[in-house]
């Protein structure tokens, strides 16, 4: 079946200026979370998506960085007034509810968007 | 807070040897494990995942990972390596407590050379 897709592929801005990134997960997937990858580094966690609610934002590095998902499918990662420092591979992962049997479901990434910021 | 770390940043082996890579966690509680591969333009691909039983889980391509709770460590390995191996490999980590948020922490990354 698909997979999780992401788009654009690639996004190049410029700083200041404001990007939204979006995330089409697995169908039925209730669970989507946003990781950033920098060059030569492993994902670091953004925010995880229960449905439509945030479950956990702590990952968010400030208040420019802001992701919905209105109906609980789709959802759009919004960058305002990006920055150099904002430059990288930003991931989608989508999961079944995380927890079955005490067993934690594994997650499933989409390809990336990245992001440059000249 | 849960960390984990790759000791490594690139590992060489020949194919047809076995390969190794390496892995060390930490956690409050007890952990889930999670190995990951990515290859070049494409998304993370989920290799295997130790939840709890047996400390020798098997996973896709004939991968194998020993979870060693002593040693904190999620060591990946294979038999016999191939060409088709080469990419980057990612340990991750999320603590069991179910107040330890659901995100996983990822290592720094270790890319596999595997030469003919």
């Known amino acids: 079946g698909a997979g999780v897709s992401q788009t654009p592929s690639n996004k190049v801005t410029e700083k200041g200026k404001y990007v939204e990134l979006r995330c089409d997960p697995i169908s039925g997937h209730t669970a989507l979370y946003w990781y950033r990858q920098s060059l030569g580094q492993g994902p670091e966690f953004l925010i995880y998506f229960q449905g439509t609610g945030a479950a956990d934002d702590s990952g968010l590095p400030n208040d420019r960085f802001f992701a919905v998902r209105p109906e609980g499918s789709v959802s759009t990662l919004k960058i305002q007034r990006t920055e150099r420092g904002d430059s990288a591979v930003y991931l989608c992962a989508s999961s079944l509810t995380p927890y079955r049997g005490g067993e934690l479901r594994e997650q499933y990434f989409g390809p990336g968007t990245r992001l440059t910021v000249t | 807070a849960q960390s984990v770390a790759q000791p490594e940043d690139q590992v060489n082996v020949a194919e047809g040897n076995p390969l190794t890579v390496k892995c060390t966690y930490s956690?409050?509680?007890?952990?889930?494990l999670f190995w990951y591969v990515q290859y070049p333009n494409r998304g993370l691909q989920f290799l295997l995942k130790?939840?709890?039983?047996?400390?020798l889980v098997k996973g896709s391509y004939g991968f194998e990972a020993e979870f060693n709770k002593s040693q904190t460590s999620f060591h990946l390995k294979k038999p016999s390596a191939l060409v088709s191996d080469s990419a980057l490999y990612f340990c991750a980590v999320r603590d069991r407590a179910r107040n330890a948020g659901n995100m996983l922490t990822f290592g720094g990354g270790t890319r596999l050379m595997v030469k003919p």
């Open positions: 130790y939840i709890t039983g047996d400390n």
């Open positions: 956690v409050s509680g007890n952990p889930y």
